[in-house]
Nanobody, 121 residues
Framework: QVQLMESGGGLVQPGGSLRLSCTAS????????MGWYRQSPGKERELVAD???????NYADSVKGRFTISRDNAKNTVYLQMNSLKPEDTAVYYC???????????????WGQGTQVTVSS
């Protein structure tokens, strides 16, 4: 019903930048919430940043001032611009949306498959 396609991960040196994208497709009526989460080995998945339909944003303290989340409603796409990357940013990054599909009464959450980000020299 809803598919999430993530892209933009890879290997980057400390201090470098990457831009992640996540595009939702399917019978989507409305996307209320879009967010990026990450999980590194041995740790729980954590929120990185999120953005509501009203474009209100929220960031983890560890990424404030370095990462920027944005969304393009016409493309059902959320972006995460990551600057000044650090080795501790290394993780699998997951996209999450809360969306209502056409004909449904309630919204539900959907997760992407994840994209690896590795920060290393």
């Amino acid at each position: 019903q809803v598919q999430l396609m993530e892209s933009g991960g890879g290997l980057v040196q400390p201090g470098g930048s990457l831009r992640l994208s996540c595009t939702a497709s399917g019978s989507i009526f409305n996307i209320n919430y879009m967010g990026w989460y990450r999980q590194s080995p041995g740790k729980e998945r954590e929120l990185v940043a999120d953005i509501t339909s009203g474009r209100s944003t929220n960031y983890a303290d560890s990424v404030k001032g370095r990462f920027t989340i944005s969304r393009d409603n016409a493309k059902n796409t959320v972006y995460l611009q990551m600057n000044s990357l650090k080795p501790e940013d290394t993780a699998v990054y997951y996209c999450k949306i809360i969306a209502t599909i056409q004909g449904a009464l309630y919204a539900r959450q959907y997760w992407g498959q994840g994209t690896q980000v590795t920060v290393s020299s």
